[in-house]
Nanobody, 125 residues
Framework: QVQLVESGGGLVQAGDSLGLSCAASGRTFSSYYMGWFRQRPGKEREFVAAITWTSGTTYYADSVKGRFTISRDNAKNTVYLQMNSLKPEDTAVYYC??????????????????WGQGTQVTVAS
């Protein structure tokens, strides 16, 4: 049993920065990947970034590469998403996710096992 809880969303202006956190909790925790997806109204769930829990290898969507940074703190069972140079099109509900075993479709949300409740990020223009 794993629970993921996101925090850090809010309303910012274009060009601002915002940091998201996702804390994993439960009696046991085991993951191979943790990552972030986002969903805009009327859009499909979209891959943002992922990280391997052990090695720290990172993966990014082209739309956020160079602006967003994913990281993790193994001791705290927490994954972070630092978002810089935010754009209005970054406005979405951001979801934390985890895959407990190795997966091969990192950009496919259906491959992940656990999901957080989501946190709203709104970038004003």
């Amino acid at each position: 049993q794993v629970q993921l809880v996101e925090s850090g969303g809010g309303l910012v202006q274009a060009g601002d920065s915002l940091g998201l956190s996702c804390a994993a909790s439960g009696r046991t925790f085991s993951s191979y990947y943790m990552g972030w997806f986002r969903q805009r109204p009327g859009k499909e769930r979209e891959f943002v970034a992922a990280i391997t829990w052990t090695s720290g290898t990172t993966y990014y969507a082209d739309s956020v590469k160079g602006r967003f940074t994913i990281s993790r703190d193994n001791a705290k069972n927490t994954v972070y998403l630092q978002m810089n140079s935010l754009k209005p099109e970054d406005t979405a509900v951001y979801y934390c996710t985890a895959a407990q075993r190795r997966i091969y479709a990192i950009r496919n949300g259906n491959a992940y096992d656990y999901w957080g409740q989501g946190t709203q990020v709104t970038v004003a223009s």
